[in-house]
């Protein structure tokens, strides 16, 4: 079955970047779309980008542009997004998500000093 | 960006009851391809999104007859009948017709 494991929680101070990490099991890693979605305490739900592990290609919202990057490691059937020069707006959790089917359990990040 | 509306932000059903939530798009979601990329998902308390409507109608993998989607160009609705206790959470509609994919508001069901 299909199964995404996402990395632990987060404290980062402001300024500082974090990577986390989305591990794929029970499909052929490669052949989809890894999406990754923004949810901040009490708010909706905010799409942030794709990656297509397969060959790398990525397609990010624009207002997350410079501050996500998506990367995939093929030989551990792992995807990353690292976020950097955190603020406090960038505390919220954060899915993982086979083309937007299969979710991951999420990872919170909270930025604070 | 597209903009979705869904109303009602909240709703009380009774056990047993249905429910129906309206997800209303600023654009056609209507792809060049002919085909309508609007889904719903339930947020359980504590938990990530599930699927549980793909393309305006179709129900996932494992999800009960009880769900069913509708509409189309602009206007979707989800309605849940016979609601049962598991089905208390956050419904959203999501659009990925166009680009980026954008969330609805999300409509809180809770029981009366």
């Known amino acids: 079955q299909v199964q995404l494991q996402q990395s632990g929680a987060e404290l980062v101070k402001p300024g500082s970047s974090v990577k986390i990490s989305c591990k794929a099991s029970g499909y052929t890693f490669t052949s989809y779309d890894m999406h990754w979605i923004k949810q901040q305490p009490g708010n909706g739900l905010e799409w942030i980008g794709w990656?297509?592990?397969?060959?790398?290609?990525?397609k990010y919202n624009q207002k997350f542009n410079g501050k996500a990057t998506l990367t995939a490691d093929k030989s551990s059937s792992t995807a990353y997004m690292q976020l950097s020069s955190l603020t406090s707006e960038d505390s919220a959790v954060y899915f993982c998500?086979?083309?937007?089917?299969?979710w991951g359990q999420g990872v919170m990040v909270t930025v604070s000093s | 960006d597209v903009v979705l509306t869904q109303t009602p932000v909240s709703l009380l059903i009774s056990l047993g009851g249905q429910a129906s939530i309206s997800c209303r798009s600023s654009?056609?979601?209507?792809?060049?391809?002919?085909?309508?990329?609007l889904h719903w998902y339930l947020q359980k308390p504590g938990q990530s999104p599930q699927l549980l409507i793909y393309?305006?109608?179709n129900r996932f993998s494992g999800i009960p007859d009880r769900f069913s989607g509708s509409g189309s160009g602009t206007d979707f609705t989800l309605k849940i009948s016979r609601v049962e206790p598991e089905d208390l959470g956050v419904y959203y509609c999501l659009q990925r017709t166009h680009n980026p994919p954008t969330f609805g508001g999300g409509t809180k069901l809770e029981l009366k």
């Open positions: 998500a086979r083309e937007l089917g299969y």
């Open positions: 654009q056609s979601l209507v792809h060049s391809n002919g085909n309508t990329y």
């Open positions: 393309q305006v109608s």
């Open positions: 990656i297509y592990p397969g060959n790398g290609n990525t």
